[in-house]
């Protein structure tokens, strides 16, 4: 994938964790990163936009950054319903524009 | 409520045209604040964007597919479609439609993300 994420995170109940996503400056770099949340059997679900803004809705346990060509994402207060794939992704502008998403990162709640 | 209501055979041939449609309800089609997209998940893979349009028909496509990727809309209808060519196993999964937020900046297009989703097509490709 053209934004790396690490394949797997894992946090006790109540635990902060944080899911990394590297890009570069066509991407995420320039126009920043979205996060998706992903479980199985659903659509994924938008849980942030450009960086740090949380749709309506979003809990404020999930919050987002980016530095450079890099971006994070951080859920705190970990609850069992927050086990799910979660998904980086970003507009690129090569080859005529695109998007591209993460690997994707699988988060267990122990 | 913003609904995307998808349509289309959840069965394929190899070698042959997938064909899934999307009707839009909720929101007009021809607002200028949205593109309409095709996101894919493979079994036991991540999501892979597709494609999207805007409602005069401008696209953009995956470079991986757009050999093979056909999207089309249909303001009239409210629905927007995607065709994908000589599909192999490789193409099985669930496709979803999606509303997406991609705004033209000076510097570029910078998207706002997939904020309405369809509820997914599970595609098997037979032999």
């Known amino acids: 994938s053209v934004l790396t994420q690490p394949p797997s995170v894992s946090g006790a109940p109540g635990q902060r964790i944080s899911i990394s996503c590297s890009g570069g400056t066509s991407n995420i770099g320039t126009f920043g990163v979205n996060w998706y949340q992903s479980l199985p059997g659903t659509a994924p679900k938008l849980i942030m936009s450009r960086n740090n803004q949380r749709p309506s809705g979003v809990p404020a346990r999930f919050s987002g950054s980016k530095s450079g060509t890099s971006a994070s994402l951080a859920i705190s207060g970990l609850l069992p319903d927050d086990e799910a794939d979660y998904y980086c992704a970003a507009w690129d502008d090569t080859v005529k524009g695109h998007m591209v998403f993460g690997g994707g990162t699988t988060l267990t709640v122990l | 409520q913003v609904q995307l209501q998808q349509s289309g055979p959840g069965r394929v041939k190899s070698s042959e045209t997938l064909s899934l449609t999307c009707s839009v309800s909720?929101?007009?089609?021809?607002?200028?604040?949205?593109?309409w997209a095709w996101v894919r998940q493979s079994p036991g893979k991540g999501l892979e964007w597709i494609g999207n349009?805007?409602?005069?028909?401008?696209?953009f496509n995956n470079p991986s597919l757009e050999s093979r990727v056909t999207t089309s809309i249909d303001t009239s209808k409210h629905q927007f479609s995607l065709n994908l060519t000589s599909v192999t196993a490789a193409d099985g999964g669930v496709y979803y439609c999606?509303?997406?937020?991609?705004?033209?900046?000076?510097?570029?297009?910078?998207?706002?993300?997939?904020?309405?989703w369809g509820q997914g097509t599970t595609v098997t490709v037979s032999s």
């Open positions: 349009i805007y409602y005069n028909g401008i696209t």
């Open positions: 999606a509303r997406q937020t991609l705004i033209k900046y000076s510097y570029g297009y910078v998207d706002f993300g997939l904020d309405v």
């Open positions: 909720g929101v007009s089609i021809s607002s200028t604040s949205y593109y």
